[in-house]
């Protein structure tokens, strides 16, 4: 099935800059919108940055002008720029693309297993 690898994850020093990738690979007909989403313990899974297959982007409201959300359409690889980073910004960053595997199919979610985003002096 489809697989989302991500990786670009550490831990940086407040006010540095980290770049996450992710990779799909598998069977993958069509890749529609791809995001990056955060979690932190005991809080909800939130959306930080998405972008569709034409280019469009979203992005939460706390890491605008900081984060750039990008994709490699001829690499099914979506990466996520993060500047000006924050310790607030430290969680397990999650990667996610919305799908279609045949011709025949609908879209559907999948997600990756999470890289952990670390910003602390």
């Known amino acids: 099935q489809v697989q989302l690898v991500e990786s670009g994850g550490g831990l940086v020093q407040p006010g540095g800059s980290l770049r996450l990738s992710c990779v799909a690979s598998?069977?993958?007909?069509?890749?529609?919108?791809m995001g990056w989403y955060r979690q932190v313990p005991g809080k909800q899974r939130e959306l930080v940055a998405s972008?569709?297959?034409?280019?469009?982007?979203n992005y939460a409201d706390s890491v605008k002008g900081r984060f750039t959300i990008s994709r490699d359409n001829a690499k099914n690889t979506v990466y996520l720029q993060m500047n000006s980073l924050k310790p607030e910004d430290t969680a397990v960053y999650y990667c996610?693309?919305?799908?279609?595997?045949?011709?025949?199919?609908?879209?559907?979610?999948?997600w990756g297993q999470g890289t952990q985003v670390t910003v602390s002096s």
């Open positions: 996610n693309a919305r799908v279609v595997r045949s011709i025949a199919t609908i879209p559907a979610d999948y």
């Open positions: 598998g069977i993958v007909f069509r890749i529609y919108t």
């Open positions: 972008i569709t297959s034409g280019g469009s982007t």
